[in-house]
């Protein structure tokens, strides 16, 4: 059996909150985490169209049903969400989402003679998926903000110290997230100070989310 590959042309949605225009203040490209829609999780950074910043929200390429074809039978429920990658031809999968985030980048600042600053954010697993693609230097990003989720343990740090400096590295949590326990944080940590000396570690209290007033004093 010979494994082969295909390319071929492929549409994907995202979404844009408030408007890109020479007077935009920053730009910040926010990359869901496994399991959710960009649609809804758009949502929660709606607040920051107030401080002028337009925000593009990408959707992971892979969607599926969140509960299994008997919990679904049962249940009736029809919940989907979305996957930046899995462990199942990651680097493909890699690939194709930098495509991506770049083609949506370029697609909405291509008008503009002066694009503003520039913030990725991560949340969850798409912490992984942003450092990715900035590590692929196809756009000037002036801060990473890593929110409840990890630096990949596979990047060149090398290079990631490199590129990062004199960039802001920002790591966000909330004090009751099941997923950021004390072995976690400290690997959360223990990374990001492999790419920067002084990255910035912010705490508020809740869960595993996005939380209003700490999106807005980042803005």
């Known amino acids: 059996m010979q494994e082969c590959t295909a390319s071929f042309s492929f549409q994907a949605r995202y979404y844009r909150l408030g408007h890109l225009t020479p007077d935009t203040r920053q730009v910040w490209i926010a990359l869901h985490g496994y399991g959710q829609l960009a649609q809804y999780f758009a949502r929660k950074l709606e607040p920051l169209t107030h401080q002028n910043i337009c925000v593009l929200v990408p959707e992971g390429l892979s969607r599926f049903y969140l509960e299994d ?3 679904r039978s049962q249940g009736g429920s029809q919940r989907v969400g979305a996957s930046w990658m899995t462990r199942e031809n990651r680097l493909m999968d890699i690939h194709n989402y930098i495509c991506y985030l770049d083609t949506v980048f370029q697609n909405e600042t291509r008008h503009l003679e002066h694009v503003p600053p520039v913030t990725v954010l ?7 998926t ?5 590590m692929h230097q196809s756009v000037a990003v002036s801060r990473l903000i890593l929110w409840a989720g990890l630096l990949p343990h596979d990047m060149d ?4 110290r490199k590129l990062f400096a004199g960039k802001q590295v920002v790591h966000v949590h909330g004090t009751d997230d099941p997923f950021v326990t004390d072995s976690r944080f400290a690997e959360m ?6 790419i920067s000396d ?6 508020f209290e809740g869960k595993h989310e996005l939380h209003e007033a700490t999106l807005l004093s980042l803005g």
């Open 69 to 71: 074809v008997q919990s």
């Open 122 to 128: 991560g949340f969850s697993q798409g912490a992984a």
């Open 130 to 134: 942003a450092t990715r693609w900035v």
């Open 157 to 160: 740090f090398d290079k990631g």
């Open 189 to 194: 940590k223990e990374l990001a100070h492999r």
């Open 198 to 203: 002084a990255p910035t570690v912010i705490r």
